[in-house]
């Protein structure tokens, strides 16, 4: 069952940054400032790059790798494929078009057994949890990602734990974020911990505006004489 938006996907895509920054920033800071944003591995991650490839064994290898493994395996992936293609990209001229096209575009000759040697290394490196901390973008509580090990590594009964998460689909519930560690790691780059650093100055500053305009009333109304 989907569900009935893309906006779980393109959460996900946008952790690639953060994988592709934390193994080799200076590839990480040329995309970036080409202002191209991970949506190009999209038709990757939603069909398995089946749409992407021609030859039927290098996608029966990936369905392989997909099915057996995280759903988030897929996201690892696509990170290892950019960094895979290092070389070409930073030889490019730093626009967004052409950096943008270069990126959608997975090369025919593609060494999946190395990229799935390479996926496999990169989601032990950063595991599902850890790497969501690290980019501060919390996936669903009942996302397939944060459910797996436990759902579905683990499940004594099939038709029970299939009944279970569609019900849970069909309730809406996968709106609530995971909840990250208090020991998790700090960005001084995420705009996110930028704007919750200010959250304390704005708050004061307007509980102080709002007892101003409260006084300000009661000193031009007949409730005092």
């Known amino acids: 069952m989907m569900f009935n938006s893309l906006e779980p996907v393109m959460k996900q895509l946008t952790i690639i940054d953060t994988i592709i920054r934390l193994e080799d920033n200076e590839l990480h800071e040329f995309i970036t400032e080409a202002g191209v944003l991970p949506y190009y591995a999209l038709s990757w991650v939603i069909t398995w790059c089946s749409h992407d490839l021609d030859d039927l064994e290098q996608i029966t290898r990936l369905f392989d790798l997909f099915l057996t493994c995280n759903p988030f395996t897929v996201i690892y992936f696509a990170a290892a494929v ?3 293609r290092r070389q070409g990209i930073l030889a490019l001229d730093c626009d967004t078009s052409t950096v943008h096209s270069f990126l959608t575009k997975l090369p025919r000759d593609l060494d999946v057994d190395k990229m799935c040697e390479k996926t496999r290394e990169l989601s032990t490196k950063y595991g599902v949890y850890d790497i ?5 973008i919390a996936l669903d509580q009942f996302s397939a990602v944060n459910r797996f090990e436990q759902d579905w ?3 004594s009964d099939l038709n029970e734990e299939v009944e279970r998460v569609i019900r849970i689909l ?4 996968y709106d609530k974020p995971i909840e990250f560690s208090l020991a998790k790691e700090q960005h001084e780059h995420s705009l996110l911990n930028q704007l919750l650093g200010k959250k304390e100055i704005y708050t004061i500053f307007t509980l102080g505006a709002s007892i101003g305009l409260l006084a300000l009333w009661i000193a031009n109304s007949n409730l005092i004489k």
């Open 82 to 84: 950019v960094l895979s």
């Open 170 to 173: 069909r309730e809406e519930r």
């Open 132 to 136: 969501q901390c690290k980019s501060t």
């Open 153 to 155: 590594e683990s499940m």
